[in-house]
């Protein structure tokens, strides 16, 4: 558990579902499962929905299906490089979806209702490059790499995306991690390198969270 100046535990709820495919882009199953968690989250929030994604492709597949007819009943944004213009119409929609790369994890500012649920669709792992080759080499064995430079990477900007939800301290914000990992095998990591809150692998919880903590407005 991380120390943080807001209420996490009471104004936070983290969604971690139990029916994910491993993350393969390549494997229709998983793709589908992502779309359908996608999907009910939305609607379970009343938009007002930040989807992070570490791949621009991955995005622009879940951007051309959440754009069929009846898909999704809220505004639909993708901000793709430098598309700034969707960021500022998310923001002037009051209740709109943004799809997201991973930089938009770091650097904006949503606070208030506008995001009130932020889904992370797969965790941020680091990609290879020459300075990543160079550190592994340094390493006796993959398995030491990993847990001593990979993961901890990973859990940064874990971090730094999960703080885009709440920004002051009235605000409230429901997480959800869509990739297995994060309750298999690194969910001890992820729960340690986070703010203390509810857990939940049930999706109705999301709409519930949100019922009891959001004004009238909110759903308008």
């Known amino acids: 558990m991380t120390i943080s100046p807001f209420d996490y535990e009471n104004h936070a709820l983290l969604y971690l579902p139990d029916c994910m495919p491993f993350p393969d882009t390549k494997n229709s199953v998983y793709m589908t499962a992502v779309l359908k968690q996608l999907t009910e989250l939305i609607r379970q929030s009343h938009g007002h929905t930040l989807v992070l994604f570490t791949s621009y492709r991955m995005m622009e597949i879940v951007y051309q299906e959440l754009s069929k007819p009846q898909a999704v009943d809220y505004p639909l944004f993708c901000m793709g490089r430098g598309r700034l213009a969707a ?23 949503l606070a208030g209702d506008i995001l009130s649920s932020l889904v992370v669709v797969k965790l941020p792992f680091p990609m290879p490059d020459p300075v990543s080759e160079y550190e592994r080499s340094l390493h006796d064995d993959f398995h030491s790499y990993l847990s001593e430079n990979i993961v901890p990477s990973m859990l940064i900007k874990l971090r730094q995306w999960i703080g885009r939800g709440i920004r002051r301290e009235t605000d409230t914000c429901v997480f959800s991690i869509l990739d297995s990992r994060a309750r298999g095998r690194y969910r001890s990591d992820i729960l340690d390198a986070l703010p203390d809150m509810p857990v939940t692998d049930r999706i109705d919880d999301v709409g519930r969270f949100l019922l009891e903590k959001k004004s009238d407005a909110y759903f308008q």
């Open 87 to 109: 960021l500022s119409a998310f923001r002037k929609s009051g209740n709109g979806v943004l799809l997201a790369s991973d930089s938009a994890g770091e650097g904006i500012d």
